[in-house]
């Protein structure tokens, strides 16, 4: 049984170790990362870096602490995501987000290269094929992952697992476009987008929210290019009349994330990899969307774990065992305690990516919780 070490977000005493980033500190020499990691070794650290209005990312303030405790140990950490748009304007929206060399006192630098090119195609399993992984995660020899926890358009929860699968692939490759990346996940399901004029008020959120201009509007009518969609669900989220419908393949998609995941962690040798949950500002859609709602959940706290499966299976325990915040989403869908709040605002299965993660050999659901 795995073993997860968690500590809460209460401060109940006025003092730096019951603070979170205190608490963190304590975590990372629990976990004992000289187990882990060697003196002089190349460690990445993966975080996602938000976009210009999701600011609720994991806070360069935890990042430091990350960094800090791998320098201690003699290891040579650095801090990476892959992109989602061009890497000299992602690099401007980790600055803004607090994430730079200074603040976290290691280099900041894209994974897969300024355009997202920079991969290396591997076979992943039966549902995806190949997938290409960002090439600076392929070569590094060990990595800890920071993963922001919250809800999720088309995952319904979004952990370790999807920050490994969504975030340790690139958007496109070279031979076979974006389609064979991240796309290879966001691509599955079949059908037409369906639009229904009666409800549309021509707000243009869909187009607007849209990342690869695949939604425009001609004389009121809206005009979906198939060709280059690659199915993420934002004009679908973000249409508050309904009016949009974007069919997928549920099942298929959770258990492409789980096989993306085993294929990034297939880069690494066993023991070379820690996992990191921050459940702190849980909102409840992804970083990359263009604004951060207010969270559903109060913050939990941090979770520790070298199993991949164990640190997701804690998460959402602890987030099933949380109530609904007032003002927040949660309550605009009537989430009442005790509810699976997850399920309730995404009608998502999500669980079967932690599932299918099990299945995958990835690790356990069964796991020792250690509170420090
Ligand atoms: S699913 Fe919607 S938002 Fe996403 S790429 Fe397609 S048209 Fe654009
Ligand atoms: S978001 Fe919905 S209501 Fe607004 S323009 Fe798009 S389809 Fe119409």
């Not at 926890?149 to 999807?162: L, P, R, S």
């Not at 009121?220 to 280059?228: H, L, P, T």
């Not at 679908?236 to 085993?262: I, T």
């Amino acid at each position: 049984m795995a073993r997860v070490y968690f500590a809460s977000a209460r401060a109940k005493k006025w003092k730096y170790d019951d603070s979170m980033p205190g608490k963190l500190e304590h975590l990372l020499k629990e976990i004992g990362l000289m187990n882990y990691f060697s003196p002089e070794e190349w460690i990445a650290v993966k975080t996602h870096f938000g976009s210009e209005g999701a600011h609720r990312i994991v806070r360069p303030a935890f990042l430091r602490k990350v960094v800090d405790a791998l320098k201690r140990i003699g290891a040579k950490p650095f801090v990476t995501d892959t992109v989602r748009i061009k890497g000299l304007d992602y690099i401007e929206i980790a600055n803004q987000n607090g994430i730079n060399h200074l603040s976290l006192g290691a280099p900041v630098v894209i994974a897969d290269g300024l355009y997202g090119n920079d991969n290396i195609m591997l076979q992943a399993g039966e549902i995806l094929g190949q997938v290409a992984v960002a090439s600076l995660i392929h070569d590094v020899p060990a990595m800890v992952v920071c993963s922001h926890v919250k809800g999720h358009i088309n995952a319904g929860y979004a952990g370790a697992i999807k920050n490994l699968a969504m975030g340790g692939v690139s958007s496109s490759h070279r031979t076979c476009g974006w389609k064979c990346g991240r796309g290879a996940m966001h691509t599955i399901g079949e059908g037409e987008l369906v639009w229904d004029a009666d409800k549309c008020e021509l707000c243009l959120q869909c187009q607007e929210v849209c990342p690869l201009d695949a939604i425009t509007f001609k004389d009121d009518e809206i005009v979906w290019n198939r060709d280059i969609c690659w199915r993420c669900g934002r004009c679908e989220r973000v249409c508050q009349n309904e009016a949009l419908l974007l069919p997928g393949d549920d099942e298929r998609f959770m258990r492409s994330l789980a096989e993306a995941a085993k294929t990034v962690i297939g880069t690494f040798d066993p023991g070379k990899i820690m996992y990191i949950n921050f459940l702190t500002e849980i909102q409840p859609e992804c970083d990359c969307m263009p604004a951060a709602d207010v969270p559903i959940i109060q913050d939990l706290g941090i979770l520790i774990s070298d199993d991949v499966v164990s640190v997701e299976q804690a998460s959402i325990d602890l987030l099933l065992r949380a109530n609904p915040l007032e003002r927040s989403l949660a309550e605009d869908k009537k989430v009442q305690n005790g509810e699976d709040i997850l399920m309730k605002l995404h009608s998502k299965p999500y669980l079967l990516q932690v599932e299918e993660a099990e299945r995958l050999g990835l690790g356990s659901r069964k796991y020792e919780l250690l509170e420090i």
